[in-house]
């Protein structure tokens, strides 16, 4: 009698058992699909960023930002390239004022080594030690 009551028992709650898993699988699966489509947007924003399209990014062809310096929290001093002739530029929050139109150009500062570079050299360190 008690082993009959036993496999009742084992009946009756294993179909919950089977849907545990399944719901945990289908969990799972949601999980990846929603990683993937993250990784797909990233993927997308880089390369529409490591190729510069003028159009995509917001900015006009001929007017490039050469070199700008926060003076506070939202105000900054920024050198404009305008067809190639250089203006200094005071940015508020409120406005955007001509400070100076540049008689010598200044030459664009060069940029540091690439995140890619850096975190690959990051890497191998990791991978000597």
Do not use: Y
């Not at 960023?49 to 310096?69: C, H």
């Amino acid at each position: 009698m008690a082993h009959l009551r036993l496999t009742i028992l084992g009946l009756l709650f294993t179909p919950s058992a089977f849907a545990a898993t399944s719901n945990g699988q289908n969990l799972a699966t949601t999980f990846v699909a929603l990683l993937v489509v993250i990784g797909v947007i990233f993927g997308l924003a880089w390369v529409l960023k490591r190729m510069q399209v003028p159009s995509l990014m917001g900015a006009k062809s001929g007017l490039k930002v050469v070199s700008q310096i926060p003076l506070g929290q939202k105000e900054r001093v920024v050198v404009l390239d305008v067809n190639g002739e250089q203006v200094l530029v005071g940015v508020t929050p409120h406005q955007i004022t001509l400070l100076k139109t540049l008689d010598t150009p200044i030459a664009a500062p060069e940029q540091g080594p690439s995140f890619s570079s850096q975190l690959n050299q990051i890497l191998r360190k990791n991978d000597a030690s």
